[in-house]
DNA sequence: CCTCGCAAG
DNA sequence: CTTGAGAGG
């Protein structure tokens, strides 16, 4: 349950998403200490690569709930949720292999108190980490089916009216503004026309909102660097991270950033603030 | 070829031996920085882990002459020769399998001219890693084998009246001065029964000769600490890596030491002085 | 606990 | 170039 201020009647909101390349690597460079003083209220990461067993103390700070959905094979991808509201639920999973196998996708509902005399609503935060395609035919073939069955569930929550905020790394980059080597990169995966409509698809169709595109329109911003070359010196990067939000978040996304002054992982945190 | 001094008649011969552990590692701990100034004629290596591909110039200092002998299996075992001097031949393996196939076994002739007048004499150095017993019953059978194997050629070199120095890793100690924790260990490979009679057979019955035990009869020294714990801070350690030289040697060793003062893998640099 | 090769990103 | 697993030591 999250309580509104009695005062004002607003309450602002700030979630994260981060891919955090490892939770024990971010771990290693800082990334519970940021998050301490980040003025987080619910972070979504990705590609944690960690099970329940390795899941340990040092990665589970203080006045924090909690929550890890994990791969099967070890040290691969996973997704979780930190939250400093409890959750009202948890879903794991969509129910498909690639999917539910590969702790792909997470499912935090949150009950908002309007106060003392309302009914109150509920929300929906959730943690995506899309396949990359970049290592093969056979890998874009296994992210093609996932932005199929993804796009039935973002389908879906839209005809159930559900106000949902979908955290995630896409890996896909949306428009020319979206990467810096705009032209190099057009026939590899994540820059693809088909994975680049399948995003209008969710925006222009369905009516979701790429949040940091509502407070920052037109800004040059990425959220993943590659390790190779010298690709985060000299800012080559790509925005392939986002909050994509149903369409009532629209008008509630107050401020939103890309955090880069400290670097946990190849993807830095996407914060967006919003107003309850 | 080695030209004596043709005033004393002597020259010296500093000879190492040391397990790398992969000498791309010791490479970057500064190993070729400390043979540079450490005055060796004759590095026997073991654990070299590297192929000829991936034998680089860092590898490769100027004024050695240089030989590789690797293992079939990427990253894994193998020797080398590093020498002052030019060898007048070199020779990979003995013809066993476990022996050929994984570098185990290399050793470089030597001439020696005692001057212009004399036809001088050859001796050989050898670079030899014995396998490791202590990941099961299956590698200690592996290892048993290999010092059957070995026997052969130890016995056969004593029949030919060779002139030779084995440096290498045996992994084995031989008595209870070469190791902190006799009584912890009396059922542990390198410290079973039948694996230190096999070096009394060649010290006792063959007799070859621990060069090192010439020049220090009497000093716990180790030439390997685990990783494990803090092994190698508190000087828990085993000697098990040996110059085993033929007879014509012992009166030749004029001094011994094993160089702990630099850190460049889990063994230490077993250095000794021979007078030709 | 280290080194290396490997799969994956 | 990086993470992490896994073999081997």
């Known amino acids: 349950m999250i309580a509104k201020d009695l005062n004002t009647g607003a309450k602002m909101l700030r979630v994260v998403s981060i891919n955090v390349n490892g939770l024990r690597s971010a771990t290693a460079k800082g990334f519970f200490q940021w998050l301490e003083n980040s003025g987080a209220d619910i972070v979504c990461m990705q590609e944690t690569r960690l099970q329940p067993h390795q899941w340990l103390e040092e990665h589970k700070p203080a006045g924090w709930h909690m929550h890890l959905c994990h791969a099967e094979k070890p040290g691969y991808s996973g997704t979780a949720i930190y939250s400093r509201h409890p959750f009202s639920s948890i879903n794991n999973g969509l129910g498909f292999d690639i999917c539910d196998t590969q702790g792909r996708f997470t499912a935090a509902e949150f009950y908002i108190s309007d106060g003392p005399d309302s009914e ?4 929906v935060v959730a943690s995506l980490y899309l396949p990359s395609g970049s290592s093969g035919d056979e890998a874009q073939a296994r992210k093609d089916l996932f932005l199929q069955e993804m796009l039935v569930h973002f389908r879906q929550w839209r005809e159930q009216g559900k106000s949902i905020i979908v955290c995630g790394d896409y890996n896909i980059v949306h428009k020319e503004i979206d ?3 705009w032209k190099g990169n057009q026939k590899n995966s994540g820059v693809l026309p088909h994975e680049r409509a399948w ?3 969710l925006y222009d169709e ?4 790429d949040a940091f595109r509502v407070h920052r329109p037109d800004t040059q911003e990425y959220s993943w660097w590659s390790n190779r070359g010298q690709a985060w010196a000299n800012n080559v990067g790509w925005r392939i991270d986002y909050h994509v939000v149903s369409p009532d978040w629209r008008n509630r996304v107050a401020n939103a950033f890309i955090y880069r002054d400290e670097r946990f992982s190849d993807h830095a945190p ?6 309850l």
Request: no cysteine; net charge neutral.
């Open 120 to 123: 109150g609503k509920t929300f």
């Open 179 to 181: 990467i810096k080597n």
């Open 199 to 201: 995003l209008d698809t």
């Open 206 to 209: 369905l009516g979701y909102v």
């Open 270 to 275: 996407v914060v967006i603030d919003y107003v």
